[in-house]
């Protein structure tokens, strides 16, 4: 749909990019800029950049970039116009009316009415004689109320290929239709449709906005696989999500549990620890760990106990570390896991062993001294050395000293000598990030884009001059063809912008919608490299930017023309900069 110029214009001046990156985003302003950890990609040393005056983002680690809607378009993984309507809603401005006759706005809205109409049906089947089943199992063995099975809207997929199918094709919709929400499968003979879900308890999976985007199933024996998942849709990003956030965001209250299934949630959820969420059939994921670090704190880590339980643990320590949010981990003795533990010892018990939950570095140390046996010599040495290692990487320097010295007073070797040891180890650690860090920044600033090649430095400056000096416009449209440069991505935000720039100045967000996401982190990165000093903008940068883009763009040509004799050579670079002469005096 054609979006009024107007209501982009209010949508700028009412959505100020920093205001919007702060929400998801730690940020620190320095002047006209502002950094933080960057939220698409995992790292400790911020290379995240807000810049206020151009309204834009990018990531010298990643490379992404763009205005305050390219921003919500990656982190709530919405289309355009999607993103433009969550904009428009948070800062209370009235969405101008849809074109209804545009099909490509209705492929989500389809999927959620798709999935919406499934969810009643496998709830509505759970309660009717159909689903005796399913509440043997739920209400029966699992002990769920018959209010916790309508608060999460539990459900049961009966045994059978084409139940579910039957039902969505009696209220109109196709199987294609039905391909798109994932709720059917198409057979290995590619033309056959079955349910996806059969014989299994459905867990609808609902987002932020309350709308269903996916379903788990689990099975009610030992069969495998046990858990059987939706597969990524264009609503459905399992990486992205975490089921009951939309009940527990409302009461993290600084703290969310985190859990490995829906069942444990739901057990906890039952027993009052409303805050508790878990992954959607994968491990923990960079972007689930920024996620939660939105809407708390801390994090209280609450796996199974056995052995994969321990090695996730410890991975999901590490990933919310980097995304700043703090660690406690839960013991539970005598239980495999969160729901087991509250059915054998209670609610009471449950909120004691939460209160009293391990920080993650006593639990990391007790990991590592679980390794070793502390009786001999050898055992104590290298109980200390990978105690030591370990503390080097805890931030807090002060959280160091005071682990330092309980390790000593645990081994018997004195203190100062255990400090120093990790001192060691730290130093170690901060020479290695340091050596990172600046690897990583230094090849984000000057090629990340891709490569460093004279053609895209060059062509790069051409860019950001014309985006600073419309009046400019005519001068470089004289003398800069598209042809010049070398990258398809320059070469359409070079045509974009003199495009627009015909009726005067504009902005990234203006451009947003006409850009694709490659071509915006493309702009956005020679913004960057502008505000941070790396291309000059002048009449005389320009000029040397035109040459040298000119010159990398007449030694391609002669490159493509193969080997020449030195008469040959000249006639083609005086023909090249002939026809070169005649495009320019056409252009503009």
């Known amino acids: 749909m054609a979006i009024p110029q107007s209501f982009l214009d209010e949508l700028k001046m009412s959505c ?3 205001q919007v990156v702060s929400s998801y985003v730690q940020l620190r302003r320095s002047g006209r800029t502002s950094k933080g950890l960057c939220p698409f990609h995992s790292e400790k040393t911020p290379s995240f950049h807000v810049y206020h005056e151009s309204q834009s983002f990018y990531c010298f680690g990643c490379g992404a970039g763009g205005d305050v809607i390219s921003f919500i378009m990656r982190i709530e993984n919405l289309g355009y116009i999607e993103a433009l309507k969550f904009l428009a809603e948070r800062a209370g401005i009235p969405f101008p009316e849809e074109e209804r006759d545009d099909p490509g706005l209705r492929v989500k809205p389809l999927i959620y009415e798709i999935n919406r109409a499934a969810a009643h049906y496998f709830h509505n089947i759970l309660k009717s004689p159909a689903g005796e089943a399913g509440r043997r199992y739920l209400m029966g063995d699992r002990q769920l109320s018959a209010a916790t099975v309508t608060k999460y809207g539990l459900g049961f997929a009966p045994q059978g290929w084409d139940n579910l199918r039957s039902y969505l094709r009696g209220k109109g919709y196709t199987d294609e239709q039905m391909l798109l929400a994932s709720v059917v499968t198409r057979g290995r003979d590619g033309k056959s449709v079955y349910d996806t879900f059969r014989n299994r308890v459905v867990f609808p999976i609902i987002d932020l906005r309350k709308n269903v985007i996916g379903f788990g199933g689990r099975v009610m024996d ?74 708390c704190k801390e994090v209280v880590i609450a796996y199974d106990s056995d052995g994969p339980g321990r090695t996730a643990t410890n991975r999901a320590v590490g990933l919310l570390d980097e995304a700043g949010v703090k660690t406690r981990v839960l013991d539970m003795k005598g239980a495999k896991d969160p729901d087991e533990f509250i059915k054998k010892f209670g609610r009471d018990r449950f909120r004691l062993l939460i209160d009293g939950a391990r920080g993650a570095t006593e639990y990391g140390l007790k990991a590592i001294r679980e390794k070793y046996d502390l009786g ?19 931030p807090s320097a002060v959280e160091r000293e005071i682990y330092a010295g309980k390790l000593a007073e645990e081994t018997g070797v004195l203190p100062e000598v255990v400090r120093e040891s990790v001192g060691r180890a730290a130093r170690r650690a901060a020479r290695r990030m340091e050596k990172k860090t600046a690897a990583d920044l230094e090849a984000g600033r000057l090629g990340r884009m891709p490569g460093a090649r004279p053609g895209d430095i060059a062509g790069d400056g051409v860019i950001g001059c014309l985006y600073h000096h419309p009046d400019w416009r005519a001068k470089i449209a004289a003398e800069v063809s598209p042809a010049d440069f070398q990258s398809p991505d320059q070469r359409a935000v070079y045509e974009t912008l003199l495009e627009r720039q015909k009726t005067g100045e504009c902005t990234v967000t203006e451009l947003a919608g006409v850009l694709s996401q490659e071509q915006m982190n493309r702009l956005s990165g020679i913004l960057a490299r502008v505000s941070e000093g790396y291309y000059s903008i002048s009449p005389e940068a320009l000029a040397d930017y035109i040459r040298r883009l000119g010159a990398e763009a007449q ?10 004799d030195a008469g040959q050579y000249q006639a083609l670079a005086e023909k090249i900069r002939r026809e070169k002469q005649g495009k320019r005096r056409q252009g503009g």
Do not use: C, H, W
């Not at 001999?376 to 805890?394: F, H, I, S, T």
């Open 16 to 18: 100020d990019i920093g």
């Open 222 to 295: 030992d069969s495998k696989p046990k858990y059987l998942n939706s597969p990524d849709t264009p609503v459905f990003k399992k990486s992205r999500n975490l089921f009951s956030l939309n009940f527990a965001k409302n009461k993290a209250d600084g703290t969310l549990i985190l859990a490995e299934g829906y069942m444990d949630v739901i057990a906890m959820n039952q027993a009052g620890f409303e805050n508790a969420v878990a992954t959607l059939g994968t491990a923990l994921t960079p972007e689930q760990a920024r996620l939660m670090g939105t809407y």
């Open 376 to 394: 001999d010599a050898a055992g104590k040495a290298g109980y200390l050395q990978e105690a030591a290692d370990y503390l080097a990487g805890v």
């Open 555 to 564: 030694k391609k040509e002669i490159a493509a023309a193969g080997e020449l």
